[in-house]
């Protein structure tokens, strides 16, 4: 009865090893074409383009020839904590352009809203909106309300907005951003800027958790999102540094507004819909008069639980729900974008099968010190598969070592690499509740606003 179960384990150890490794290497390759575009068409621009004009920064990026007031959005849900520094330091910031920051709160979330009204205190750029039901609903039926609250100051002022921006209640602001998406609204419908999280604080672990986010968008934000522009894929929102021209948003305005609010992942989803309207997207890298690049910081998750909660609401709305609400539209550069898009949850059961199939190596091992265990040859096709996937790897870690590095430092750089297993940790069980959340909805229960705690960084400690 033992030499079955240890045989049974030799096969199963022997599956899982071919399954992960082909997963992986199918994967790897996809991500590895990604790269080779992204340096042909680095080298291109440096070769053709830059030879010849220098580099747009913020001083030398000309004024819109038809300027016009830019509407700030941010929904917050108990937000209490960090509405108010973000009001005072984005009506700081932008002190002198041309804009109104609107607000969204709940009548049954009174501290958001007492918080950021003494925020705001007699500035009319500010307008705090009151939701008409109480929350939580979804971020992008909030989102609704403040576009309602925006059409109505429109009427009352008799003057038209010209874009809307998203941010969070979390978010730390530019002070270049208003002229900027004021300048690149008169071009585009969609202008997405980057976003780069603040390093972490607090105990190693927690620091970990939420340095995992610096090391992701860092390539996200720094390849692959220039990447989707280059193969004329649309560009999806990230919900915070965006801007929509305000015609673009009114070509979706429906019956609650252009937001979809069954979607959990609203901004993500409103990009590819006015790709789909025939609206042109860009991701814009620039940097500012002192050579800084002109980028949205935050603080993410630094707890497990949480990083789990906002991956899985990701996962939700983009990879699952998204895959029967968005479709496969356009030609084969979106759906190859599309398709890495979805494949979060079928790359957390190959991240689950390689390291059960490790587990396995090891215990297998261990029994074989004792025992005799029966033999089982990898096999052409396994060890091919398992140098493709071990040559892979070590070209993506390079990759993140260099993007991370680049944006935050050689040593976050470094330590990105082994924060790729807590990155796989938190994607693995990120996928587990995200089917489970997926499920729940199919059988009738509403998806809602499943946020997480955000904190504001000092910036008297961190200008």
Same mark, same amino acid.
């Given at each position: 009865?033992?030499?079955?179960?240890?045989?049974?384990?030799?096969?199963?150890?022997?599956?899982?090893?071919?399954?992960?490794?082909?997963?992986?290497?199918?994967?790897?390759?996809?991500?590895?074409?990604? #790269?080779?575009?992204?340096?042909?068409?680095?080298?291109?621009?440096?070769?053709?383009?830059?030879?010849?004009?220098?580099?747009?920064?913020?001083?030398?990026?000309?004024?819109?020839?038809?300027?016009?007031?830019?509407?700030? *959005?941010?929904?917050?849900?108990?937000?209490?904590?960090?509405?108010?520094?973000?009001?005072?330091?984005?009506?700081?910031?932008?002190?002198?352009?041309?804009?109104?920051?609107?607000?969204?709160?709940?009548?049954?979330?009174?501290?958001?809203?007492?918080?950021?009204?003494?925020?705001?205190?007699?500035?009319?750029?500010?307008?705090?909106?009151?939701?008409?039901?109480?929350?939580?609903?979804?971020?992008?039926?909030?989102?609704?309300?403040? /576009?309602?609250?925006?059409?109505?100051?429109?009427?009352?002022?008799? !003057?038209?907005?010209?874009?809307?921006?998203?941010?969070?209640?979390?978010?730390?602001?530019?002070?270049?951003?208003?002229?900027?998406?004021?300048?690149?609204?008169?071009?585009?419908?969609?202008?997405?800027?980057?976003?780069?999280?603040?390093?972490?604080?607090?105990?190693?672990?927690?620091?970990?958790?939420?340095?995992?986010?610096?090391?992701?968008?860092? +390539? +996200?934000?720094?390849?692959?999102?220039?990447?989707?522009?280059?193969?004329?894929?649309?560009?999806?929102?990230?919900?915070?540094?965006?801007?929509?021209?305000?015609?673009?948003?009114?070509?979706?305005?429906?019956?609650?507004?252009?937001?979809?609010?069954?979607?959990?992942?609203?901004?993500?989803?409103?990009?590819? !819909?006015?790709?789909?309207?025939?609206?042109?997207?860009?991701?814009?890298?620039?940097?500012?008069?002192?050579? +800084?690049?002109?980028?949205?910081?935050?603080?993410?998750?630094?707890?497990?639980?949480?990083?789990?909660?906002?991956?899985?609401?990701?996962?939700?709305?983009?990879?699952?729900?998204?895959?029967?609400?968005?479709?496969? !539209?356009?030609?084969?550069?979106?759906?190859?974008?599309?398709?890495?898009?979805?494949?979060?949850?079928?790359?957390?059961?190959?991240?689950?099968?390689?390291?059960?199939?490790?587990?396995?190596?090891?215990?297998?091992?261990?029994?074989?010190? *004792?025992?005799?265990?029966?033999?089982?040859?990898?096999?052409?096709?396994?060890?091919?598969?398992?140098?493709?996937?071990?040559?892979?790897?070590?070209?993506?870690?390079?990759?993140?070592?260099?993007?991370?590095?680049?944006?935050?430092?050689?040593?976050?750089?470094?330590?990105?690499?082994?924060?790729?297993?807590?990155?796989?940790?938190?994607?693995?069980?990120?996928?587990?509740?995200?089917?489970?959340?997926?499920?729940?909805?199919?059988?009738?229960?509403?998806?809602? /606003? #499943?946020?997480?705690?955000?904190?504001?960084?000092?910036?008297?400690?961190?200008?």
């Amino acid at each position: 009865m033992i030499d079955g179960a240890i045989n049974l384990l030799v096969v199963v150890r022997h599956e899982l090893t071919l399954f992960a490794a082909a997963g992986l290497a199918i994967g790897g390759i996809d991500d590895l074409v990604i #790269d080779l575009v992204f340096l042909f068409r680095r080298g291109w621009r440096r070769i053709a383009v830059y030879s010849r004009h220098a580099r747009m920064t913020m001083a030398t990026l000309p004024r819109s020839d038809h300027p016009g007031c830019i509407a700030i *959005f941010v929904p917050a849900w108990q937000e209490a904590e960090v509405i108010g520094p973000m009001v005072r330091h984005a009506l700081r910031q932008w002190k002198g352009a041309d804009f109104r920051l609107f607000v969204g709160a709940y009548p049954n979330d009174p501290a958001t809203s007492l918080a950021a009204i003494a925020a705001a205190g007699e500035q009319e750029q500010a307008i705090i909106r009151i939701h008409d039901r109480p929350g939580p609903t979804t971020k992008a039926d909030c989102l609704n309300g403040l /576009w309602r609250t925006m059409l109505a100051e429109e009427q009352r002022t008799g !003057r038209r907005f010209k874009a809307v921006v998203l941010h969070d209640a979390e978010d730390v602001v530019h002070v270049d951003e208003i002229a900027l998406f004021d300048k690149m609204i008169d071009r585009f419908d969609l202008v997405q800027l980057p976003v780069l999280p603040l390093p972490g604080e607090g105990s190693r672990w927690r620091r970990a958790i939420a340095d995992h986010y610096c090391d992701e968008f860092a +390539e +996200e934000h720094g390849k692959y999102l220039t990447v989707r522009e280059a193969l004329g894929a649309s560009i999806p929102s990230a919900g915070v540094g965006c801007a929509f021209s305000r015609d673009a948003l009114a070509a979706l305005d429906g019956d609650d507004g252009p937001f979809d609010a069954a979607s959990l992942t609203e901004d993500y989803e409103t990009g590819l !819909r006015i790709t789909a309207h025939g609206g042109r997207g860009i991701f814009l890298r620039i940097r500012d008069a002192r050579g +800084e690049l002109v980028c949205i910081r935050e603080h993410f998750p630094d707890s497990l639980s949480a990083a789990v909660r906002q991956k899985a609401r990701w996962m939700v709305g983009i990879a699952l729900s998204g895959w029967d609400r968005m479709g496969w !539209r356009g030609g084969p550069g979106e759906w190859w974008m599309r398709f890495r898009d979805r494949r979060a949850a079928l790359a957390a059961l190959i991240l689950f099968a390689a390291y059960l199939a490790v587990a396995l190596w090891g215990l297998i091992g261990t029994i074989a010190l *004792f025992r005799p265990v029966p033999p089982m040859p990898l096999g052409p096709v396994l060890e091919t598969l398992l140098l493709i996937t071990f040559a892979l790897m070590l070209w993506r870690f390079a990759v993140r070592l260099l993007f991370v590095g680049r944006s935050y430092g050689w040593r976050q750089g470094l330590a990105a690499i082994p924060r790729t297993f807590i990155a796989n940790l938190v994607a693995m069980l990120a996928a587990r509740r995200a089917i489970t959340l997926y499920c729940r909805s199919l059988l009738g229960e509403p998806l809602r /606003w #499943d946020k997480t705690q955000h904190r504001f960084p000092d910036m008297e400690q961190r200008p």
